[in-house]
T-cell receptor, first 112, second 113 residues
């Protein structure tokens, strides 16, 4: 069974720091990778979608990269703010599949 | 913006009850999905639908069924609720095709007593 690993499981940083969240996957035939944010007790908010033909996507202070050959994606958050505190999940769609395979997430706390 | 709504944010039911969870999307998406999310296990796909009246099993379909009579609405049914079905249930939708961005609803926290 293909897996998605997100390390670390939790991260605490001071406000203003730049940070990187990591996502690794075992499936070499992914078609896209999506990053989500989840606030406690809430649904998932889509942040960025990277197609397999792309290397990175940017939205505001967020930048996501994808390296299929190494099975890794990173989410870079610039100038972190307390409002960025949430759990961040990555998920990929495999070859010909409707299904997303999710990591267990990284819980981010940004300390004022 | 895509909007996915779920009928209840919180629901408490008794063991053995029949439970309906409703999901509605307003962006004319072909694909709809039901996931459950549990601590330590992450999100797992229960069922998905790629067209009206079409459904496919996900990773954990046991104890669940689904209904999609209209394009915008996808229902998850627990025929006889059990305590191990206490969970957060999340609905999602996406455009047709396998590789499109999924958009999620706010979730329903179901407790089965």
């Amino acid at each position: 069974k293909q897996e998605v690993t997100q390390i670390p499981a939790a991260l605490s940083v001071p406000e203003g720091e730049n940070l990187v969240l990591n996502c690794s996957f075992t499936d070499s035939a992914i078609y896209n990778l999506q990053w989500f944010r989840q606030d406690p007790g809430k649904g998932l908010t889509s942040l960025l979608l990277i197609q397999s033909s792309q290397r990175e996507q940017t939205s505001g202070r967020l930048n996501a990269s994808l390296d299929k050959s190494s099975g890794r994606s990173t989410l870079y958050i610039a100038a972190s703010q307390p409002g960025d505190s949430a759990t961040y999940l990555c998920a990929y769609a495999g070859a010909g599949s409707y299904q997303l395979t999710f990591g267990k997430g990284t819980k981010l706390s940004v300390i004022p | 913006d895509v909007k996915v709504t779920q009928s209840s944010r919180y629901l408490v039911k008794r063991t053995g009850e029949k439970v309906f969870l409703e999901c509605v999307q307003d962006m004319d998406h072909e694909n709809m999905f039901w996931y459950r999310q549990d601590p330590g296990l992450g999100l797992r796909l229960i069922y998905f639908s790629y067209d009206v009246k079409m459904k496919e099993k996900g990773d954990i379909p046991e104890g669940y069924s689904v209904s999609r009579e209209k394009k915008e609405r996808f229902s998850l049914i627990l025929e006889s609720a059990s305590t191990n079905q206490t969970s957060m249930y999340l609905c999602a939708s996406s455009r047709s095709g396998s590789y499109n961005e999924q958009f999620f609803g706010p979730g329903t926290r179901l407790t089965v007593l």
